[in-house]
């Protein structure tokens, strides 16, 4: 578990610490910030592309040693934007660098589960999706100060380095998975015919959007409506880091006892929470304890759908787990979009969680309706295990 999770923490750190880091990127590189940031986007793409592409094409590929694969490409990319010479590389290995991401987790998350005792699925995909969550917590900042320090380019070496110790620790630790039924590319995408994946990854794309279109523009809530000193951001984004992590567990363990009704509890005290931040943020006390709030909410919702995606899936588990995180990635990109329209139209920095507030009641509706199909609860797959 250690192990599978450890690949999380590398890819929560690459994903992040570029936001931080986009001042100096543009200055390395000559170019506009605005320009430095469609390398987010680049990594992005590579998520949401990779996903659905890798998990059908390696449907017949052993998951220990396709796991390990993942993560020689993770670090290969990572290794290109540090030796990137120009922007057009710099985007190349960004892209590059995410296509591996969703499957990754994808795999990573069903080995997990088939790993785990019964009754513990979800914990144990929690588990491999705290990496994530504490990446945020220590990865992220330490990347980032030394990228301050040493040169954008260094955050990605330690990047880096953090693929090579996965590899090795995934070759070393992870057993060989005999246990998994082996399928196809067709079998695979049979998963995109099924109308409650669909749903699901809606619940996802929608309604994790709203903690996004807060976190994208916290730290300029926190100093102009909040009155936060700047000193003090780095702090409180550990605090949010800190919410990640206690989210990640709590909601493995509400998954693992009430899978749907989880999801509907976890979802309404997103709304909650992002809809009492419009109001809190004027306030730095309140603004950090909502903050946090948010997070743990948010972060909550992750371990229940993508177990949900398992059960309903049947024997494309690997793609529909993996289409969960590009699923993820959209609704980080949509929910800062939406966050930037309202501010843009001079709505303020409180309009972003007014916007996140309606896009988790629309997840709340999606999976409502979800559930109101034939088979919407009932529609579950036999966890998968592994012999030995």
């Known amino acids: 578990m250690v192990a599978l999770a450890l690949g999380g923490f590398g890819i929560g750190t690459t994903e992040f610490v570029a936001m931080g880091l986009l001042p100096d990127i543009a200055t390395g590189l000559d170019i506009s910030e605005p320009t430095a940031g469609h390398v987010i986007s680049a990594y992005a793409l590579g998520v949401v592309v990779g996903a659905p592409v890798i998990a059908a094409l390696t449907a017949r590929v052993p998951r220990k040693i ?46 997990a589960a088939s790993l785990a005792p019964v009754g513990k699925r979800a914990k144990a995909v929690a588990l491999v999706m705290l990496g994530l969550s504490v990446a945020n917590v220590i990865g992220v900042p330490v990347a980032a100060w030394a990228g301050q320090q040493f040169g954008w380019r260094s955050a990605f070496g330690i990047v880096t380095v953090i693929g090579a110790v996965t590899v090795a620790a995934l070759w070393r630790f992870v057993p060989e998975l005999h246990g998994f039924k082996a399928t196809n590319p067709a079998t695979e995408l049979g998963a995109l015919r099924r109308n409650q994946v669909w749903f699901t990854l809606a619940v996802g794309t929608v309604g994790f959007g709203g903690m996004f279109a807060v976190y994208t523009y916290v730290s300029t809530t926190l100093t102009d409506v909040a009155g936060l000193p700047s000193s003090l951001v780095p702090m409180v984004l550990m605090i949010y880091g800190t919410g990640m992590v206690v989210g990640n567990l709590f909601g493995g363990w509400l998954a693992d006892r009430a899978l749907v009704p989880g999801l509907f509890a976890v979802l309404v005290a997103l709304i909650v929470v992002l809809a009492l931040f419009i109001v809190a943020a004027h306030n730095p006390i309140t603004a950090v304890v909502v903050l946090f709030a948010i ?42 979009w939406l966050g930037g329209l309202v501010i843009a139209a001079g709505l303020g920095y409180t309009a972003p969680a007014a916007v996140g507030a309606l896009l988790a009641v629309a997840g709340l509706v999606v999976l409502a309706f979800a559930l109101r199909g034939r088979g919407g609860v009932r529609a579950t797959a036999e966890p998968v295990t592994v012999a030995g």
Do not use: C, K
């Open 295 to 336: 997070a743990v909410a948010g972060t909550a919702l992750v371990p229940g759908l993508q177990t949900r995606l398992m059960d309903v899936a049947a024997d494309a588990q690997t793609l529909a787990a993996s289409l969960n995180h590009a699923a993820l990635n959209i609704a980080n990109a949509g929910g800062a």
């Open 66 to 111: 396709l796991l390990v694969a993942l993560m020689v490409a993770f670090t290969i990319g990572n290794a290109a934007t540090v030796f990137a010479p120009g922007y057009g590389a710099l985007m190349a290995s960004r892209f590059i660098a995410g296509l591996p991401h969703g499957a990754y987790f994808g795999v990573a998350g069903l080995a």
